[in-house]
């Protein structure tokens, strides 16, 4: 993917158009240029193209692969294991404390985005 799109976005740069029918730009001397990002566009759109057709197979045998029966490990609980405090095991506790943190990180931002950057922009003289 990165050779394909760095390519075109390179050759943009250079002065490619975009949406065109003609890779030469009527032959004109800037198009010669491009010729070497136009190959490294088809061998980068090329190897994306046999990267999607190998992951749609591997996803096509894994989909289609026999199913085998996978016994599901528990752990046995040690007789010496302590139990765990109740307090840790509330999921009330947690989304407080997580609400709190939440407040605590996006307050400031918020209250200073709000207070010194009011809605709009300064008007610009386009000519």
Not at 49 to 57: A, D, N, S, T
Not at 88 to 105: D, Q, R
Request: neutral net charge; hydrophobic residues 50%; charged residues 10%.
């Amino acid at each position: 993917m990165t050779i394909m799109s760095g390519a075109m976005h390179f050759i943009g740069l250079f002065g490619a158009p975009r949406r065109s029918n003609f890779s030469d730009y009527g032959g004109a001397a800037q198009a010669q240029e491009w010729i070497a990002y136009d190959l490294a566009q088809a061998i980068g759109g090329s190897l994306l193209f046999i990267g999607i057709v190998l992951y749609l197979y591997i996803i096509g045998k894994c989909l289609t692969a026999p199913k085998g029966f996978e016994e599901f490990p528990i752990a046995e609980v040690s007789p010496s294991a302590q139990k765990t405090p109740a307090w840790i095991e509330n999921f009330k506790i947690w989304t407080v404390v997580l609400v709190a943190l939440i407040l605590i990180a996006y307050t400031v931002p918020i209250y200073q985005i709000l207070d010194n950057a009011p809605l709009g922009s300064v008007g610009y003289r386009l000519w």
